[in-house]
């Protein structure tokens, strides 16, 4: 039986919970395209100081796609405290700290993820969406023009569009060629304007979604994030990517949580202003989506912030391959 192909495409939390449900799904090989243009924290300090790939999105995909993940979890995201003695270390994760060295060890970022995907036992491939240094500015509603992923995920006035700056900025090759031959596309979940959008902002990117034979398919988030998609709809979530993209192609399926959320979730999160993404079935349908419903809610060990249940996310992608 040949091995099906699934391509996810995204970055932050909500990609590595996708992949470590979808690595369990057996006979099938996984590549995850990773957004690249974070600014902040350890992957923008890195970036700044060494001219590479922020690294901090790629790391948790990488760890999230190990056999021996309890583990790596541990050792990649532990963090030096920022103290006194340790400016330089402080603060960044030994994860990122050793990408930058492999990076510089065998003379180029690439190099370093193929050895560390070998060194790892990686189930599968991680691809950073760009090689060069790319930056996204947002236009808000107000007019207002804001620069950084990091001050656009702040943002609380409302997101108009993208983009990325410089605009001969180009996106990794190998990207648009595993696109194209994968049976499975899935965008999300993620933070639909500093995670989902941005790799979507390439025309090669866009232009291998739309040539390929793939079943495409959008998880939508299960809570809004206050600035970036107050009031967002499921549908206005698919309409925004559709609307980056100029309609150059259309999502086959949209994954979305029908379970109920934990009032004390509820509390917490309106205190932030965020609140439960709203399904508005009929528009859904009438835009064509075949729609898969599910409780996607974690019952067991769920943090403060409330995550898609990997494993449940998974039976339903072994169902659509």
């Not at 369990?24 to 590479?52: A, H, P, Q, W």
């Not at 370093?112 to 500015?137: E, M, R």
């Not at 001969?168 to 899935?186: A, G, M, R, S, T």
């Not at 925004?240 to 993209?245: D, L, Q, S």
């Amino acid at each position: 039986m040949n091995k099906k192909k699934i391509v996810t495409i995204g970055g932050g939390t909500g990609l590595a919970t996708l992949l470590r449900g979808i690595k369990t799904i057996k006979n099938v090989d996984i590549v995850s395209i990773v957004t690249t243009m974070d600014d902040g924290g350890s992957s923008g300090r890195l970036r700044k100081e060494f001219g590479v790939v922020p690294p901090g999105d790629i790391r948790n995909c990488l760890v999230a796609l190990s056999d021996k993940e309890d583990l790596l979890s541990e050792l990649f995201n532990y963090r030096f405290p920022i103290k006194r003695g340790n400016p330089e270390v402080g603060g960044h994760s030994l994860g990122n700290l050793l990408l930058i060295a492999m990076s510089d060890i065998l003379g180029g970022f690439q190099n370093a993820l193929s050895a560390i995907t070998d060194i790892l036992s990686i189930k599968g491939k991680v691809l950073p969406v760009t090689l060069q240094s790319a930056n996204l500015v947002a236009e808000l509603v107000n007019g207002k023009v804001i620069k950084g992923e990091s001050k656009i995920s702040k943002s609380k006035i409302p997101i108009k569009r993208l983009k990325i700056i410089p605009k001969q900025v180009k996106h990794y090759p190998e990207v648009e060629k595993n696109i194209l031959c994968c049976d499975l596309l899935i965008i999300g979940p993620g933070s639909l304007f500093t995670s989902l959008i941005p790799p979507l902002m390439f025309n090669g990117i866009v232009n291998a979604i739309k040539k390929s034979n793939a079943r495409k398919v959008f998880i939508c988030n299960i809570m809004t994030q206050p600035g970036e998609t107050d009031n967002y709809t499921a549908s206005m979530h698919v309409n925004k990517v559709y609307e980056h993209c100029k309609n150059e192609f259309k999502f086959d399926y949209l994954i979305i949580n029908c379970g109920k959320i934990p009032d004390k979730h509820l509390h917490y999160y309106a205190k932030e202003k965020s609140f439960p993404v709203e399904n508005d079935f009929n528009i859904l349908k009438n835009m064509g989506l075949k729609l898969i419903c599910g409780d996607f809610v974690p019952r067991k060990k769920i943090g403060r912030f409330l995550r898609h249940d990997s494993i449940k996310i998974a039976e339903k992608i072994k169902m659509l391959i």
